[in-house]
């Protein structure tokens, strides 16, 4: 497969105007990587956000790996089926710490480098002991989706890139994982100006499933909405096959069914300090979602399940407000008819639900 190199140049380029000392400080760029082991079930999230500018602004990073209780040591087995370890830190952002041409950010705790094709990321919190490197090479068709969509007060900006090969391993305490071939990646890039807080918000996943006959798909699901999801832009799903585009759902062709806990709880929720200032708020969290999508020709049919859960909560650096992002994880199965053919296959979902 060709690829076409100044199209990921496009996506991954940093948008922030780093010769501008009064750029506007709701300028956001963030660097968005997710990683599925299909065979343990597995997943690990890895965000890497701008904000603001140099001097002004702060270098994000999150870190959140869900792995089956089984795969670890006993004493950091928890009484769940599957165990969340998580962290996120927000590094002052300096004069140096961000280039643009390669492009490439380093502050205490992180580094990300692309170059191209290739990537290389290194993300290390020691006081969660929590780390994970690892270099990347595009193998998937990428995408410029958007590049000025409206978005809050301002606009958002979307690429994606849903497949890479991956060498690497990640620790969690003293204990060391490897990433190789066996694993998915999928990667990501958001950028533009808007506030954390205002009326918005988004549906989005990525599944990575293997049909009965050994066919990879990767499924991306995507729906910008106000706060409550009763607006929005219309909903799409892009679907690969073979790390090719070959189908797009959209609009009136899709139901979304999201199912949700009987009662309230308190999710696993971070950063730290945003814990504590919302330690009394208890929510429903998303626990299933069914979608229904069809047109003339094609049909599909996704029952995902989420074992995995977390709360993510993102100040605005202006004012006090707040995003809630719901991280939530799991099974899938996938009901696939396209061009006459019928594709059954099983896999694994990363999603957000934001608000």
Known sequence: MTLDLSLINQI?????????????????????????????????????????????GEIQVSLIINSPNALLPPSLQTKDLIATFATTVAIPWKANDVCSQ????QAKGVHLQIQGEQSKIQVQDKRSQLSIEFQTQVKATPLLVTEDAKFGSGFIGWGLIPGLEVLGK???????????????????????????GEDIGWEWFVIFAQTETKIPL?????????????????????IYQNHQLSKIFLGETLRLNWQWSTVPYQPLRLPGVMASLFSDRV????QSLKIEAE???DHLFLNLNFDATLELIVPDNQSRQYTFIEELS?????????????????????????Q
């Open 12 to 56: 991954e380029s940093l948008r922030i105007p780093l010769d501008n000392p009064e750029s506007p400080l709701d300028w956001k760029d963030w660097y968005h990587y997710i990683l599925i082991h299909p065979e343990t079930g597995m997943r690990i999230l890895v965000n890497i956000t701008l904000m603001g500018r140099p001097q002004r």
């Open 295 to 297: 047109d003339e020709q």
């Open 102 to 105: 390669p492009l490439e950010i």
């Open 170 to 196: 990640f620790n969690i305490c003293e204990t060391q994982f490897n990433l190789n071939s066996d694993w998915l990646c999928y990667h990501d890039r958001n950028f533009g100006r808007f506030r954390w």
């Open 218 to 238: 990767t499924l991306i699901l995507d729906w910008r909405t106000n706060k409550t999801h009763t607006q929005g832009g219309l909903p799409y799903i892009f």
């Open 330 to 354: 799991g099974p899938v199965e996938t009901r696939l008819k396209i061009n006459e053919t019928q594709l059954i296959g099983q896999g694994f979902v990363y999603a957000e639900y934001v």
């Open 283 to 286: 929510l429903k969290m998303p």
